[in-house]
């Protein structure tokens, strides 16, 4: 029995798989190592899950490949899904949105139908926080609207609750989404705001601070991501007694689907993570302000408490000590 880990050369895929190996479970790992970052930090991630451990086969594929991913589950006894493989990123997407539309419709659609056809046992899936969109109701609750998103990026990640809501509606699968917010920690994202400022703040260059820095986001450690993934496997949602067909709410309901928000819970300040980051470096920036860009939101902020309390854990890495190991972890690489 295996479980199967798409974007498992991304950022959070990769921490995922390294914690399910350390628990003896057998992983499957699918990336497609496309170009939108370092395809180098990607396959190096691949090497670093191969070397520790023997129970872990990567197939390079792309999700929307629907024949591939089809030999794939015929080949393979897989039990779980966790599908994180996606394209990310709000600005790109309004530059490239036909990428968009094939890795996180196409490919998530080829998933699910996957799902369907192999008696799956539970699949968990990556939302983002960016479906709240315009909505500037604070902290954000599953329960909120999300019908206004201002990016492409954010309409197929609502698309794709959408989509796995009907088939677990129509098909008896289980399913959690994740609303992620900002993660961050070693082995990183490049495209991220605290990777690029310290690629920019280490070689000397200006760091473009948005909005004035009257930004906020509810930047969450990696490894605390991955402890309320790994506890999530066998929480495997059921059909909602609390479900009312005439009051209708995105938190419960007749499928055995569930969403929740993943996030610290705690929105730090834009100005004062560069500060953070800053003294972990031992540099000042050099800061050019600019305004709003488009598809960006003003702040993010999660509210957790219904998954804190169904996983029985609360993330708990403080932002200092969060980027002083990606930091080392940073210096270390590239050395």
Request: glycine residues 6%.
């Given at each position: 029995?295996?479980?199967?880990?798409?974007?498992?050369?991304?950022?959070?895929?990769?921490?995922?798989?390294?914690?399910?190996?350390?628990?003896?479970?057998?992983?499957?790992?699918?990336?497609?190592?496309?170009?939108?970052?370092?395809?180098?930090?990607?396959?190096?991630?691949?090497?670093?899950?191969?070397?520790?451990?023997?129970?872990f086969s990567f197939?390079?594929?792309?999700?929307?490949?629907?024949?591939?991913i089809e030999k794939?589950?015929?080949?393979?006894?897989?039990?779980?899904?966790?599908?994180?493989?996606?394209?990310?990123?709000?600005?790109?997407?309004?530059?490239?949105?036909?990428?968009?539309?094939?890795?996180?419709?196409?490919?998530?659609?080829?998933?699910?139908?996957?799902?369907?056809?192999?008696?799956?046992?539970?699949?968990?899936?990556?939302?983002?926080?960016?479906?709240?969109?315009?909505?500037?109701?604070?902290?954000?609750?599953?329960?909120?609207h999300t019908d206004?998103?201002?990016?492409?990026?954010?309409?197929?990640?609502?698309?794709?609750?959408?989509?796995?809501?009907?088939?677990?509606?129509?098909?008896?699968?289980?399913?959690?989404?994740?609303?992620?917010?900002?993660?961050?920690?070693?082995?990183?994202?490049?495209?991220?705001?605290?990777?690029?400022?310290?690629?920019?703040?280490?070689?000397?260059?200006?760091?473009?601070?948005?909005?004035?820095?009257?930004?906020?986001?509810?930047?969450?450690?990696?490894?605390?991501?991955?402890?309320?993934?790994?506890?999530?496997?066998?929480?495997?949602?059921?059909?909602?007694?609390?479900?009312?067909?005439?009051?209708?709410?995105?938190?419960?309901?007749?499928?055995?689907?569930?969403?929740?928000?993943?996030?610290?819970?705690?929105?730090?300040?834009?100005?004062?993570?560069?500060?953070?980051?800053?003294?972990?470096?031992?540099?000042?920036?050099?800061?050019?302000?600019?305004?709003?860009?488009?598809?960006?939101?003003?702040?993010?902020?999660?509210?957790?408490?219904?998954?804190?309390?169904?996983?029985?854990?609360?993330?708990?890495?403080?932002?200092?000590?969060?980027?002083?190991?990606?930091?080392?972890?940073?210096?270390?690489?590239?050395?």
């Amino acid at each position: 029995m295996s479980l199967l880990v798409t974007g498992a050369a991304g950022f959070i895929g990769f921490h995922l798989s390294k914690r399910l190996l350390q628990e003896g479970k057998k992983v499957i790992g699918i990336d497609n190592l496309n170009d939108y970052y370092s395809v180098s930090l990607k396959r190096d991630r691949v090497s670093e899950l191969n070397s520790t451990d023997s129970d872990f086969s990567f197939i390079e594929a792309n999700i929307a490949d629907k024949g591939k991913i089809e030999k794939i589950f015929d080949a393979n006894s897989i039990t779980r899904i966790y599908h994180l493989a996606a394209q990310a990123g709000v600005r790109y997407s309004i530059k490239n949105p036909d990428v968009y539309i094939k890795s996180n419709l196409i490919g998530f659609y080829n998933i699910i139908e996957a799902a369907r056809h192999n008696d799956i046992e539970h699949l968990i899936f990556a939302s983002s926080s960016s479906v709240y969109g315009a909505n500037k109701k604070v902290p954000y609750q599953v329960s909120d609207h999300t019908d206004h998103p201002v990016s492409l990026y954010a309409a197929t990640k609502k698309s794709n609750e959408m989509l796995a809501h009907s088939y677990s509606h129509l098909y008896d699968i289980p399913m959690t989404g994740l609303r992620f917010f900002t993660v961050y920690g070693p082995w990183g994202r490049p495209d991220m705001a605290y990777f690029k400022f310290t690629d920019l703040i280490k070689s000397g260059q200006q760091i473009d601070i948005y909005n004035e820095g009257d930004m906020y986001r509810d930047f969450t450690y990696v490894d605390d991501i991955v402890e309320a993934l790994y506890r999530l496997q066998d929480i495997t949602p059921e059909p909602s007694d609390a479900w009312d067909a005439k009051n209708p709410s995105p938190e419960v309901g007749p499928a055995p689907y569930r969403l929740h928000n993943i996030g610290n819970n705690d929105p730090i300040k834009l100005m004062d993570f560069v500060n953070i980051l800053e003294e972990a470096l031992g540099v000042e920036a050099q800061k050019v302000f600019k305004p709003m860009q488009p598809g960006d939101v003003y702040r993010t902020w999660a509210d957790c408490n219904d998954l804190f309390e169904k996983i029985d854990y609360k993330p708990d890495t403080s932002l200092e000590k969060g980027i002083a190991k990606f930091i080392e972890w940073y210096e270390k690489y590239y050395s």
